[in-house]
C-alpha cells in the first residue's frame, strides 16, 4: 500500500523551527544526523504521516545548497512503498530520471532513493520503505 510517508522541510535550524510545531501540540519523536547526506533532522508524526524537519551540518550538501539558494521550505515528499527494489526497476525502465543509481540505507535503517524533480512535476520525489515491514517506526 502506498502513502503519504513524510514531508521534508529545509530549516537553518530544527531547534528554531520545532517551537512552531511544538505550539501546534505536535512532538518531535527522533532526532538523527545521517552523515552521507550531511543533514541532521527530526520527525514530527501528524497522524499517519510525518514532517521532516532537515538541517544541513554541511552548507555545502544538498539540503545546504537548497537553502542557500532558495531559503527555508518544503524541500521534498516522500512516498512509502510495499517493494521499494521493485519500484525502483519499474521507474528506471520507464525512463524516470533517478537521483541516485542505487537505493540507499537511511540512519535509521530505512531504504530511500530520490527521483530527479524533472521526472516528478518539479517536486524532488523520495521513494522510501522501512527495513524491516514488521517493525513499528518510532
Ligand atoms: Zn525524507
Redo the contacts with the bound molecule.
Keep these: 500500500m502506498m502513502k503519504i ?4 522541510i529545509a530549516v537553518n535550524s530544527i531547534q528554531t523551527a520545532r517551537a512552531f510545531y511544538e505550539a501546534l501540540g505536535l512532538t518531535v519523536a527522533q532526532e538523527e544526523t545521517v552523515e552521507h547526506e550531511q543533514v541532521r ?1 527530526a520527525m514530527i508524526p501528524v497522524g499517519e504521516s510525518r514532517i ?1 524537519l ?1 538541517e544541513p551540518t554541511n552548507a555545502n550538501s544538498t539540503v545546504g545548497r537548497f537553502l542557500t539558494k532558495r531559503g527555508e521550505g518544503l ?2 515528499v ?1 512516498l512509502h512503498v510495499d517493494d521499494i527494489a521493485a519500484t525502483l526497476e519499474t521507474l528506471k525502465s520507464n525512463g524516470v530520471r533517478i537521483v541516485s543509481e542505487d537505493v540507499q540505507v ?1 540512519a535509521g535503517g530505512h531504504l ?1 532513493f530520490f527521483v530527479h524533480p524533472s521526472s516528478a512535476g518539479g517536486v524532488l520525489l ?1 521513494i ?1 520503505q522501512d527495513q524491516d515491514q514488521e517493525r513499528e517506526r518510532v
Design positions: 510517508d513524510h514531508l521534508g533532522t521532516e532537515l524541500h521534498h516522500a537511511g530511500y523520495e522510501c
